[in-house]
């Protein structure tokens, strides 16, 4: 007899994500060490130098600290928070996968508002939960339509919104108030307040000043931090929801290296403010450059931003070639723009003069 998984899962497709795909570049005979990437959203300039010299004193032996609790103490420090109030994850993407376990169930609806980042409906969907979207368009700039979103919640009751503040793949931001407003008004929905990208966007507030019961946050060390590779996100929230969660998480999920080094690049106080600086400065040299370059660039609050392209995919293959890689926003239902993510001036030189001559190419 064969035992069978539930028929949605066989149905579910595995969500696309910028980075490099060591398995693509094969294919195409591309090193990977030869291409740079513009698609992840992540700090170029690297993690605090207090990083490296951390991972060397953690012993691979030992088991990690299952509530990472070091860690959990100093993130809760810089929020003003209980540190029962804040749950280390793999990444922020285990952490929505424990909201999910612990909240939704077949039948229930989740509300995400789009475009997004596509994990949030897939953890709804791998449990059974319908999905629904509120999904800007660039006729708006992709600004959330707020009196649409709060049609929405009325009417389906959500278990779960989903937002990203700011978001990706748009850029744009929601007002702290607004976020507050909302959950005031529909206390039965959990809203999740992604802000992975909030140390890149100073001017965009946090949700964590909120403190409804019904508002959780997630953050990351992937990004601004530059722990991809280790995976490190929290989530910070009210004592009741953090507790749902640790109910349902797997054992020792952050290794000793991620805590390691989270507590490394956390107790660095110089090189985080100072790559941000530089990080924004890139950002708006290579915005500009592109628009001399008749770009229609989307205007963002975070360290990445859209361009309008003839056929996204298209563009995404001719730059890999060029060993560049963008993001294709075609999976966001975005199938006319890429998103970029900048790099260091030089790097971001090579993209310019890349772009340059695809888009004055003339099957362009």
């Keep these: ?26 294919r195409r005979r591309i090193d990977p060490a030869e291409v740079l990437d513009f ?26 600290d299952r509530n990472a609790g070091r860690f959990c103490e100093m993130a809760a420090a810089r929020h003003g928070v209980h540190a029962d109030c804040v749950l280390a994850g793999n990444g922020s993407s285990e952490l929505l996968l424990l909201l999910a376990l612990a909240y939704l169930e077949r039948d229930n609806t989740a509300l995400v508002l789009g475009p997004a980042y596509s994990e949030y ?89 909120i403190g409804h019961p019904n508002v959780l946050v997630l953050r990351s060390l992937t990004k601004a931090w530059g722990l991809a590779g280790l995976r490190l996100g929290y989530a910070v929230g009210d004592l009741r929801v953090i ?63 859209l361009v309008r392209v003839a056929e996204a995919a298209r563009t995404r293959d001719r730059l890999l070639a060029e060993k560049i890689l963008v993001r294709d926003c075609t999976s966001f239902g975005l199938p006319q723009f890429i998103r970029i993510s900048p790099r260091t001036p030089p790097e971001n030189e090579r993209l310019i003069a890349a772009l340059r001559r695809l888009i004055g190419h003339p099957d362009y």
Excluded at 15 to 23: C, K, L, R
Aim: with cysteine; glycine share 4%; proline share 9%.
């Design 121 to 209: 409906a897939r953890v709804a969907a791998i449990m059974g939960a319908r999905v629904e979207t509120v999904f800007a368009t660039a006729a708006t700039g992709f600004a959330i339509t707020v009196s649409k979103v709060c049609y929405v919640l009325d009417s389906i009751r959500p278990r779960i919104c989903f937002l990203c503040n700011p978001n990706n793949p748009t850029g744009q931001s929601l007002p702290a108030g607004t976020i507050r407003d909302w959950a005031e008004e529909f206390p039965s929905t959990l809203f999740v307040v992604d802000e992975v990208y909030a140390e890149f966007a100073p001017a965009v507030e946090s949700a964590i000043a």
């Design 243 to 305: 507790d749902a969660l640790r109910h349902v998480r797997i054992p020792w999920s952050v290794s000793s290296f991620a805590q390691a080094a989270a507590i490394a690049a956390l107790e660095d106080g110089d090189h985080l403010p100072r790559t941000l600086a530089r990080i924004a400065e890139d950002k708006s040299t290579l915005e500009n450059a592109l628009r001399r370059q008749s770009a229609e660039v989307i205007p963002s609050a975070a360290n990445f931003f």
């Design 39 to 64: 698609s992840s959203n992540i700090n170029p300039y690297g993690p605090s130098p207090y990083v490296r010299a951390a991972l060397e004193r953690v012993p691979p032996e030992c088991y990690p």
């Design 1 to 26: 007899m064969t035992v069978h998984p539930r028929e949605p899962i066989l149905d579910l497709s595995e969500a696309q994500h910028g980075a490099i795909d060591p398995g693509e570049l094969a």
